[in-house]
T-cell receptor, first 115, second 111 residues
Framework: GAGVSQTPSNKVTEKGKYVELRCDPISGHTALYWYRQSLGQGPEFLIY????????DSGLPNDRFFAVRPEGSVSTLKIQRTERGDSAVYLCASSLSGQGAYGYTFGSGTRLTVV | EDKVVQSPLSLVVHEGDTVTLNCSYE??????LLWYKQEKKAPTFLFMLTSSGIEKKSGRLSSILDKKELFSILNITATQTGDSAIYLCAGGIQGAQKLVFGQGTRLTINP
C-alpha cells in the first residue's frame, strides 16, 4: 500500500483479555518494526522483523507479548492477559531492508486502552 | 544503556517566534540522529543527520549535529500554529535497526 496501515485505530479491552493488533507495511518494505508509546513518552522499541523472522525481539516486555509475520508482509502483535499498564499507543513502522538506522515510515498507530 | 534526552519537555511560544529544541544522546555504536514530528499518532520524518556540522534545512526548519558533544538541535523560524506538535529525536545504531527515542518536546504555538 501507499503507507503503513494499522488496525484497529482504537481498541478498548477488559483487563485479562487477549488482543491482536494488525500492521500492513508499505509494499516492498521487508523490514517491519513495532513500538509502544506510553502517555508523555517517546516510542519504545518492541520488535523488529526482517522478512518473516523476528531479527530482534529484545524490546518485548514479557512473555504476554508476541508478534508474527508469517508471510513477510502483514504483522500481528498479540497481547495475552492484558493489564492496565499495557494501555498505550502501539506504533508499527516499515523500511527497506537494512535501512532502519536511517529512519522509517510509521503508521497511525493503535490506541489500546485496558479497563 | 543507550539514552536520548530532549529539552525542554514543553515549550509555549507566540506565532512568529523562533524556537530551538535540544537533543543529547548516549548511543553505543552511534550511526545517525533523526528528528520526527508527531501531531496526532503517526510520527512523520523530518531529518536524518550523520555528519557533524552540516546543517540540514527544509523550509523554516533546520537541524545540525555535533558528534563531539553528542548533541543535536532543531530550529524552527517564524513559527506558525501548524508547527504545534510533539518533536521526537531518535538515535540510530550501527548494525542494528531499532531507534532509541527521547521523550519528546511538546511545542505549542499560540496565535
Amino acid at each position: 500500500g501507499a503507507g503503513v496501515s494499522q488496525t484497529p485505530s482504537n481498541k478498548v479491552t477488559e483487563k485479562g483479555k487477549y488482543v491482536e493488533l494488525r500492521c500492513d507495511p508499505i509494499s516492498g518494505h521487508t523490514a517491519l518494526y513495532w513500538y509502544r508509546q506510553s502517555l508523555g513518552q517517546g516510542p519504545e522499541f518492541l520488535i523488529y522483523f526482517q522478512g518473516t523472522g523476528a531479527a530482534d525481539d529484545s524490546g518485548l516486555p514479557n512473555d504476554r507479548f508476541f508478534a508474527v509475520r508469517p508471510e513477510g508482509s502483514v504483522s500481528t502483535l498479540k497481547i495475552q492477559r492484558t493489564e492496565r499498564g499495557d494501555s498505550a499507543v502501539y506504533l508499527c513502522a516499515s523500511s527497506l531492508s537494512g535501512q532502519g538506522a536511517y529512519g522509517y515510515t510509521f503508521g497511525s498507530g493503535t490506541r489500546l486502552t485496558v479497563v | 544503556e543507550d539514552k536520548v534526552v530532549q529539552s525542554p519537555l514543553s515549550l509555549v511560544v507566540h506565532e512568529g517566534d523562533t524556537v530551538t529544541l535540544n537533543c543529547s544522546y548516549e548511543v553505543t555504536n552511534f550511526r545517525s540522529l533523526l528528528w520526527y514530528k508527531q501531531e496526532k499518532k503517526a510520527p512523520t520524518f523530518l531529518f536524518m543527520l550523520t555528519s557533524s556540522g552540516i546543517e540540514k534545512k527544509s523550509g523554516r526548519l533546520s537541524s545540525i549535529l555535533d558528534k563531539k558533544e553528542l548533541f543535536s538541535i532543531l530550529n524552527i523560524t517564524a513559527t506558525q500554529t501548524g508547527d504545534s506538535a510533539i518533536y521526537l529525536c531518535a538515535g540510530g545504531i550501527q548494525g542494528a535497526q531499532k531507534l532509541v527515542f527521547g521523550q519528546g518536546t511538546r511545542l505549542t504555538i499560540n496565535p
